[in-house]
């Protein structure tokens, strides 16, 4: 990188570093540091409730997921609207009249403290292990800028992330937010345009997604047929994404406490309310505007000769060991494909590609989607804006990453060190003991993001296995809370449990397509407990006031 992009670079991160330990000046207690007062207006919550689920995953392999499978991923978000809908009416006023401090609090409330501890400690793993691979995405960009071992970029990351969020809570979460998107859409429709305008002359946007279409690129809605019928382990088609994708939503935005946390600290119902609504507005068209600059890129290599593998490293360190003949006789026959403008053969010499830098690096994942977007930035794009690109990925991980911590300490403090370690302390107190949590959270991250080089999986994928295997059983627990007057805290006790390891079974067995587990795992726990509650004693149930 220049000189110009490194300068842009560090003066746009300082300045948000900056920025929000500014607005981290909050009232020093629990309401002040996780909620913010209780005092943001609808457009902050819409842009921090973006800003949190957006992250550098989004933005960095978002657009590689796309190059390689097309555009049938945003159909994993057709069920968000829907989800929006529900939350507002029936989950958002419960927390807001209650005004808890963790969604799990009104658990408690409803069943009893087991369960409300049960829940909050699932979240507390999703949320911890996903949060680890947030960092990792970032950590990705400084490693190839800076060649770096992405051991030391994880604690660089991570490291100054911890800064902002540590000293200022929720405030400075919102507040950092709302510039971090500003400058993401802004940056992002560059990206666009400039991906177009490189192309040959004659090549315009609509012949661009037309030669990307005819190679399979725009496939938007996909039906999950095959000729021996439903294909229940396709991972995207307009079912899993409507149905399965509404569960996860659901569960995501209504009971995640990393979402949750974003809008309890709306002023009041209403714009809380209001700021959910917006984002089942927003979220589908942005994730397709996403997801369409990694067709354009696509369309961009057409007419430009794109590397056989993306990732450089790894190729590197490959060709050092004794398939360095083969490799390099694969990519003179992926070049001479290229010449001949035969995609297909181009494709297939890829593949092998791949196949060769497995056993040449055994044990390493050679799944380089999460570098497609970086190698054309870092190629194509002019000085300065490469610069603020790489910004944007760094932003959009401190945003994501920043609410985590957050909610991750308050549930920390809330659900558990308030419950059982230290009920009666002053304001200021818990207040330093909730940055200590925040600090802590910090670090188990970092130490999750070294293990995350070799996930298997583009990082977007990742995360969204991990917290399907949770989330369907926590969003259980809710709808029978909400729901389901007749059942009890032991009942769903247990039915949380047998669920859980049901669907960690079943994900393991890999016999069905990760987004169905939501709809498993939360309808499990609802069949499960009116099985099991005729046999248990009738205990109370908790009035909600």
């Not at 400058?183 to 305008?197: H, M, R, T």
């Not at 403008?341 to 494709?347: G, M």
């Not at 593949?351 to 497995?358: D, P, Q, V, W």
């Not at 330093?432 to 999750?448: E, H, M, V």
């Amino acid at each position: 990188m220049s000189s110009i992009d490194w300068s842009i670079l560090i003066v746009t991160l300082m300045g948000i570093i900056v920025y929000g330990i500014y607005k981290s000046r909050t009232s020093r207690n629990l309401e002040g540091y996780f909620l913010s007062n209780r005092s943001m207006p609808w457009f902050l919550v819409l842009l921090s409730i973006m800003g949190t689920q957006a992250s550098a995953i989004t933005f960095l392999t978002g657009p590689g997921q796309a190059y390689s499978d097309g555009m049938r991923f945003v159909q994993y978000y057709f069920g968000l609207p829907l989800a929006m809908i529900v939350i507002s009416i029936f989950f958002v006023p419960v927390f807001s009249r209650l005004k808890v401090f963790t969604a799990y609090e009104f658990l408690e409330q409803r069943f009893d403290l087991k369960t409300r501890t049960l829940t909050s400690a699932l979240f507390l793993i999703s949320r911890g292990l996903s949060t680890g691979i947030s960092i990792y995405a970032p950590s990705l960009v400084l490693s190839s800028l800076m060649g770096w071992n992405i051991y030391y970029t994880n604690v660089v990351m991570g490291g100054l992330l911890i800064v902002y969020t540590v000293s200022g809570g929720a405030k400075a979460v919102a507040h950092t937010q709302k510039l971090q998107m500003i400058i993401v859409f802004i940056s992002l429709f560059l990206v666009g345009y400039i991906a177009v305008k490189l192309l040959p002359a004659g090549i315009g946007f609509k012949e661009a997604i037309s030669e990307a279409g005819k190679l399979g690129k725009m496939n938007i809605i996909t039906t999950g047929q095959t000729p021996q019928g439903f294909d229940w382990k396709d991972k995207y088609n307009i079912w899993s994404g409507l149905i399965g994708g509404f569960f996860l939503a659901l569960s995501y935005f209504g009971t995640d406490h990393s979402q949750v946390g974003r809008y309890l600290t709306a002023k009041n119902l209403k714009e809380s309310r209001m700021g959910l609504l917006m984002n089942g507005l927003v979220k589908v068209p942005m994730q397709f505007f996403i997801l369409l600059i990694g067709v354009l890129i696509f369309s961009f290599y057409i007419y430009h000769k794109a590397p056989v593998y993306f990732d450089e490293g790894k190729v590197v360190r490959a060709e050092k060991t004794v398939f360095h003949d083969l490799l390099i006789l694969t990519e003179k026959k992926y070049e001479a494909a290229l010449v001949m403008n035969d995609q297909v053969t181009a494709a297939t010499n890829r593949n092998e590609y791949r196949s060769i830098l497995k056993k040449a690096l055994p044990g390493e994942d050679v799944n380089d989607n999460n570098y497609i977007f970086l190698h054309f930035v870092k190629d194509n794009l002019p000085v300065g804006l490469i610069g603020l690109i790489f910004a944007i990925i760094f932003l959009a991980a401190w945003g994501s990453i920043a609410a985590a911590l957050n909610s991750l300490a308050a549930c920390t403090m809330v659900d558990f060190h308030k419950k059982f370690f230290a009920k009666e302390e002053t304001a200021i107190h818990d207040y330093k003991i909730s940055q200590l949590y925040t600090l802590a959270w910090g670090i188990f991250c970092i130490i999750i993001a070294m293990f995350a080089q070799n996930i298997g999986n583009s990082l977007i994928e990742a995360v969204n296995i991990l917290g399907s295997i949770f989330y369907g059983v926590i969003l259980g627990i809710f709808l029978v809370a909400f729901w389901l007057r007749s059942i009890r805290g032991n009942a769903v006790f247990i039915a949380a449990i047998v669920s859980e390891i049901m669907i960690i079974v079943i994900y393991q067995m890999d016999i069905i397509s990760f987004l169905w587990l939501n709809v498993i795992g939360a309808l499990l726990v609802i069949i499960l407990s009116f099985m099991i509650q005729p046999f248990l004693k009738k205990d109370a149930v908790q009035k909600i006031s």
